[in-house]
């Protein structure tokens, strides 16, 4: 599936940290969503594969119908399941070239890309688009180190999909990127560990918009 460079100017990865319930959750998604944030990629670390299901199931549906991109983040059989429109995955997971033959030929696939050739093998396996980092030193993923805004300007200007910057990116270090040739930024604590998510995504879409091929 093509994706649009300025579909991916706000890309929201989801972390319940900070909602009390799986209610409170889909409400965070929905403001994110409702803010301008047209990916939303689902990411749980720690559900089993039945309540990641059947969370994954109200989030492809609340993505529907508010009539944005679901993502889920690594699980390739609950983003076949759910119908989910695709998913993310990381150099350790299952490769690009195998996921596709998995969701078909219609799913979007995002691939995680560091380097240079990291981001050309993921484009030539068949991926959507890439999400490089981390920018900027992250709480999210403590194992994920910062990469130079020269290898971010490399890996965008090497590859003909879209790019977004992922890691510890903040409503004040996102205007660092400018330059960098990114279609967008995917956000996590910057959109739910706030008070109004709604207007958080709201100022960081303008910021990003800002930014954006730069």
């Not at 130079?148 to 890691?167: E, H, L, M």
């Not at 995917?186 to 960081?204: C, G, I, M």
Request: aromatic share 4%.
């Amino acid at each position: 599936m093509h994706v649009r460079s300025e579909q991916l100017r706000l890309y929201a990865v989801t972390d319940r940290a900070w909602a009390a319930d799986e209610d409170a959750f889909l409400a965070q998604v929905e403001a994110a969503i409702d803010g301008g944030a047209a990916f939303v990629q689902l990411r749980e670390k720690h559900l089993d594969d039945k309540d990641f299901l059947a969370e994954a199931e109200r989030f492809v549906a609340l993505c529907r119908r508010k009539g944005v991109v679901s993502i889920i983040n690594d699980n390739v059989e609950i983003a076949a399941k759910t119908g989910a429109d695709g998913v993310h995955v990381g150099q350790e997971d299952l490769a690009a070239g195998r996921v596709r033959q998995v969701l078909g030929p219609d799913k979007i696939i995002g691939v995680s890309a560091h380097t240079v050739e990291e981001a050309l093998a993921a484009q030539a396996a068949g991926a959507d688009y890439l999400g490089t980092g981390a920018a900027f030193v992250t709480g999210t993923k403590t194992d994920a180190k910062p990469i130079s805004r020269d290898t971010i300007r490399a890996i965008c200007a090497a590859v003909d999909i879209p790019v977004v910057a992922i890691g510890g990116i903040t409503r004040d270090n996102l205007p660092e990127l400018k330059g960098c040739g990114l279609d967008g930024v995917a956000v996590v604590s910057a959109l739910f560990a706030q008070k109004d998510v709604k207007a958080a995504a709201r100022e960081l879409l303008a910021l990003s918009n800002e930014i954006a091929d730069q």
